[in-house]
């Protein structure tokens, strides 16, 4: 049986011999395989809401640095769009039922 990912046994609560790392997507802003496919697809919304090119945004600075983990490339304003821009006309109805 194979262990389980550091990460993974740290969020559970277990004792490691090192904390974790991990990286948000920001991290590989800089790089130019990033920057290279943000020139391909130039609209944020569509980096965000095509899983396979969020995947792959995740992924690329995961695969130059290999840290624990990676956060899932994202944004928390998407769900406004799927809410027909409430947040923007109603910020705090928006805020309000989110919680």
Do not use: C
């Amino acid at each position: 049986m194979t262990e389980a990912p550091l990460l993974l046994r740290a969020a559970r609560g277990e004792q490691v011999h090192r904390p974790p790392v991990w990286m948000m997507r920001q991290a590989g802003r800089y790089m130019k395989v990033y920057r290279d496919l943000r020139d391909q697809y130039p609209s944020f919304r569509e980096r965000s809401e095509n899983p396979d090119l969020a995947i792959e945004i995740s992924l690329q600075p995961f695969r130059a640095f290999q840290p624990d983990g990676v956060i899932l490339f994202s944004d928390i304003q998407m769900k406004a769009y799927r809410q027909d821009n409430l947040h923007l006309q109603h910020p705090s109805w928006f805020l309000h039922k989110q919680i």
